[in-house]
């Protein structure tokens, strides 16, 4: 579709502008005519024209992809730092555990160093720190076998009958309304029972409510009081764990609190300075390849920073970066053509298998499942995806349609001439427009 062009408005300008006006007195004899030489002109420029032909108009969204394994990872150190070695390059293989690379860690090495020495220096604290206080050991015995027994008792004495007593009269008594309701509704439905059967029923039900009621409350009084006793129940196993803690302190540390305390504090510094050399090193988490390595020794790197990106080589699939916009017109399960680029004979139904969950999302890719046979990882993949489609349609090229002053028109050509029609359009593409008025499959129109 387009405009009027600017010749052609200028020159129905100047058509009226340049009519000839009688200015001649009437009164005045004219002048003998004179000679008239004809001038050449050359011949009107051969105008395009179009058949209007019912078909197949579709808005397509069209982008390139690179065909890329489906399953990655990508990779990152927990720690901060400097990277000391990277251990592998783009395209090899990896098996699970292998080194990918590492960071500087020179400091954590002897931080880790001086703190097992301080975890000796505690064990053997500990373990000279006098004779074992018989009468601490002693004590600590006793009052775990009275945890021990409290906990028994508490256990044989727990409630557990009498709340599954309370709930089958609860549920007995349901079942009593559900019958007395179903007698009081039978009487009521027979004219030709006396009133005093219905009265009989009718009262037989009110006291099975007030029993569902009664007893209700009893099940819930039953299991309050099971529920408190369990409380006690974890009190008293905590009792009893807490007791073996203290027996197995006054075992091995003579009972001095202190001297287990330095053993324990040592040791957590140890644990700890073990797990920051642990995340400064990274380690292939699967079999596969290397698909991406974004740093080099000497890097310094930010904590949770993607550094590498690992795949399982098949299946693979076309994966593109597209703006969210284009991305919101997409679907999953939507059905296009995948191609390799010029390459139209490699032509393949694909379907949207991804999308990002929202534009907050920091993967911004769409990824498209298709079937390519021997085709080789990061090549290029032309993708159509069909928006909107309307079937046996009229259509026209848009260089036949006109637009000027809010109207839609074209030029067609017809037995007596050409004559002006104003059309109304649909779907709209860069190479058909969509008539839905105006027009006959087979009119001829020409472009203007």
């Keep these: 579709m387009k405009l009027l062009s600017p010749v052609l408005l200028l020159a129905l300008l100047l058509a009226g502008a340049c009519a000839p006006l009688d200015t001649v007195n009437p009164a005045q004899q004219p002048a003998a005519a004179p000679t008239v030489t004809p001038f050449p002109t050359a011949p009107a420029a051969a105008r395009t024209t179009y058949v209007v032909q019912r078909g197949t108009v579709q808005e397509l969204l069209e982008f390139r992809g690179r065909w890329l394994p489906r399953d990655q990872i990508q990779l990152s150190f927990e720690l901060a730092g400097t990277v000391r070695q990277v251990a592998i390059q783009r395209d090899d293989t990896v098996n699970v555990g292998t080194l990918l690379a590492d960071l500087q860690i020179d400091d954590l090495e002897n931080q880790l160093a001086q703190q097992q020495l301080q975890l000796q220096t505690a064990q053997q604290n500990l373990a000279s720190g006098g004779d074992n206080d018989e009468n601490s050991v002693t004590s600590a015995q006793f009052a775990l076998a009275n945890a021990r027994l409290q906990l028994q008792g508490s256990r044989a004495t727990l409630p557990w009958t009498t ?95 202190e001297l287990v305390q330095a053993v324990q504090q040592a040791q957590l510094a140890v644990d700890q300075t ?81 999308l990002p969950l929202s534009n907050r999302d920091a993967d911004q890719t769409v990824r498209v499942a298709a079937v390519f046979t021997g085709l080789a990882s ?54 058909r427009i969509e008539i839905t008025a105006g027009l006959n499959e087979g009119d001829i129109v020409i472009q203007q």
């Design 163 to 257: 709340v599954q007593d309370a709930l089958q009269r609860y549920e007995q008594a349901q079942r009593d309304v559900e019958n007395a309701q179903r007698s009081y509704d039978d009487l009521v439905s027979r004219p030709d029972t006396p009133a005093t059967q219905v009265d009989n029923a009718y009262e037989a039900l009110l006291k099975a409510r007030e029993n569902v009621t009664t007893t209700q409350r009893a099940y819930q009084q039953s299991a309050a009081q099971y529920y408190s006793q369990t409380i006690q129940l974890q009190q008293q196993e905590n009792q009893v764990l807490q007791n073996e803690l203290n027996l197995q302190e006054a075992l091995i540390g003579g009972g001095n609190p």
């Design 378 to 431: 990061g090549q290029l993949v032309e993708i159509e995806m069909p928006l909107q489609v309307r079937d046996n349609v009229l259509w026209l090229p848009p260089a036949a349609v006109n637009e000027f002053q809010n109207r839609t028109f074209v030029v067609l050509q017809t037995a007596d001439g050409e004559r002006v029609r104003d059309v109304e359009i649909g779907l709209r593409t860069d190479d």
């Design 274 to 354: 073990q797990e920051r050399i642990r995340q400064s090193s990274l380690f292939s988490p699967l079999d596969g390849v290397v698909l991406e390595v974004i740093i080099r020794p000497g890097d310094r790197v930010e904590a949770f920073n993607t550094v590498l990106t690992l795949a399982i080589p098949e299946p693979r699939e076309a994966i593109a970066n597209l703006a969210f916009n284009d991305i919101q017109r997409l679907s999953v399960g939507q059905v296009g053509i995948c191609r390799l680029a010029n390459q139209p004979d490699s032509a393949v139904q694909c379907i949207v298998r991804k």
